[in-house]
């Protein structure tokens, strides 16, 4: 597995580097077959460590999990919990699935925009309707199946999930509702 731990405003040790290879790399070897690669950012706000962990599997899906504590082993450790129960979590639900994906989730490219927010709240009447465009990039939109893509969404924490549903040609979408279920858009 391919590792990229780096601080932001902060140096990070050959120490604390071998120490999250070793916690790390056994927490996700215990459930996951064939990791890829794992993104390890460390960061300081005021007396607070924060540690952001993201880990790519071979079958497509990503965990990550956020930590902070008052030290930076301590915040590092509760991430590193955090990855372990969630893919503890995943590999039960792909047991009670009682289903195998042989082949990589398969991935199509779309464009992703970032469009400008507007900055004031007493602002005047734009001259035009367009928004105006920040970044332009490319994403990918995996083929998975609802309960893959729910399982997805809630390993990577996200409040949204755009994917292609294996069963049919659109595309869908899953979301977290207010009160706390899953929604999802079947166009």
């Known amino acids: 597995m391919r590792y990229q731990i780096s601080g932001k405003q902060i140096d990070i040790g050959t120490a604390l580097q071998t120490h999250v290879k070793t916690e790390l790399g056994e927490a996700v070897q215990k459930y996951a077959e064939r990791p ?3 993104t390890v950012i460390f960061s300081k706000s005021a ?12 079958t497509g899906l990503t965990a990550s999990a956020k930590a902070k504590g008052t ?5 590092f450790d509760g991430c590193c919990a955090k990855m372990e129960k969630q893919l ?7 047991k009670d699935h009682h289903k ?7 991935l199509f490219g779309a464009s ?16 035009s309707l367009q928004p105006i465009i920040v970044a332009e990039m490319e994403t990918h939109i995996p083929s998975l ?4 893509a729910v399982m997805q969404m809630e390993l990577a924490g996200a409040p949204v999930l755009v994917f292609r549903n294996e069963g049919k040609t659109g595309v869908n979408v899953v979301y977290r509702r207010d009160d706390g279920n ?6």
């Open 36 to 38: 890829t690669d794992a």
């Open 47 to 58: 007396h607070e460590f924060s540690c952001e962990a993201t880990v790519h599997l071979s």
């Open 71 to 75: 030290e930076i082993y301590a915040a």
């Open 88 to 94: 503890r979590r995943y590999k039960r639900r792909l």
């Open 100 to 106: 195998d994906r042989a082949q990589p989730v398969e």
């Open 112 to 127: 992703s925009y970032i469009l400008a927010s507007e900055g004031e709240t007493d602002v005047v009447e734009p001259e």
């Open 145 to 148: 199946s609802v309960g893959e």
């Open 182 to 187: 899953i929604g999802w858009i079947d166009p």
